[in-house]
């Protein structure tokens, strides 16, 4: 039906023509506006675009938080929260260092952190992610961090394995601890050193038996996988001695520690404080 100030007919359909009308046949036609079914179209209207609003235009993705896991002399460790996207599409999630783009971080709805090698020695360097959406870029804080000198060994995070001397494993801690430097029994993203005295399995103390416990852990092979330097006890007390980072050549497992190697200023056990 078309009305207007131009508008002189009005096609009706024969389909909603009483019984038995014809043509010449005089009908009654009456439109009414209905205004309960107006208004609730213009609330369902409504109400669905205020849903897509709270659904798609409330929330909008969050900046990433960027933070400093573990430095060392040639490597920092980047750790932040799980990434929020709201509604939106991941695109990309990229490290830059020093303003340039370094590498996308892969699996970037699962990995929370990335470890970067290569740096130089007591070197300043800019850290930055950057979270590429499909409603747009997010980038994150600016992190400056220095590499630690050489006499800094509060970078390193070791992993202790089988070590077969509970003294030598209790001083070796125990300069850590001096250090400031940390350890666990598990590989992580910022462990830094693999120590044991041996590749086996077998606890302190214990026999192996059938070749079985005496078999490479599986935590000293995954440290061979990752490059993750292996040495001895021996080392850390160097360090620890020396006050500086000391090469580890002479301290891998399966070579002869330098003789006295770190002991002459080797931290007191608890063991050893309890003698008379």
């Known amino acids: 039906i078309l009305l207007g100030d131009r508008a002189h007919l009005i096609e009706f359909p ?26 609730k179209r213009d609330h369902e209207f409504w109400s669905l ?11 909008s993705p969050e900046n990433p938080q960027l933070e400093v896991r573990n430095v060392t002399q040639t490597s920092v460790t980047l750790e932040w929260p799980p990434i929020k996207l709201a509604t939106a599409k991941l695109r990309s999630l990229d490290i830059y260092k020093n303003g340039q783009r370094l590498a996308a971080i892969p699996n970037a709805l ?14 300043q ?5 950057i979270l590429r959406t499909s409603a747009g870029t997010y980038p994150s804080n600016l992190i400056r961090v220095r590499t630690h000198t050489i006499a800094d060994t509060s970078g390193i995070s070791v992993c202790f394995a089988n070590v ?30 693999f120590v044991c005295t041996t590749p086996a399995v077998t606890p302190s103390g214990a026999q192996p038996t059938g070749g079985v416990a005496a078999a490479p852990g599986a935590e000293y092979q995954r440290a061979l996988q990752l490059s993750i330097p292996v040495v001895q006890p021996q080392w850390i007390l160097a360090c620890h001695s020396e006050k500086k980072m000391v090469p580890i050549s002479g301290y891998y497992l399966g070579v002869t520690p330098p003789a006295n190697a770190g002991y002459s200023q080797r931290p007191q056990s608890m063991s050893q404080a309890s003698l008379p």
Do not use: C
Request: aromatic share 6%; proline share 2%.
């Open 14 to 39: 024969s389909v909603l023509l009483p019984p038995g009308a014809t043509t010449g046949s005089i009908v009654n036609i009456a439109v009414h506006q209905n205004v309960a079914q107006e208004r």
């Open 164 to 193: 077969t001397d509970s003294v030598l494993l209790e001083n070796a801690k125990l300069a850590l601890k001096e250090m400031r430097a940390k350890w666990s029994d598990k590989i992580q993203i910022d462990t830094t050193h």
């Open 125 to 129: 360097y800019t850290f930055q992610l």
């Open 49 to 59: 675009q205020e849903d897509i609003l709270e659904t798609f235009g409330s929330h």
């Open 110 to 123: 699962n990995n929370y952190s990335t470890k970067l090698s290569g740096l130089s020695v007591d070197t």
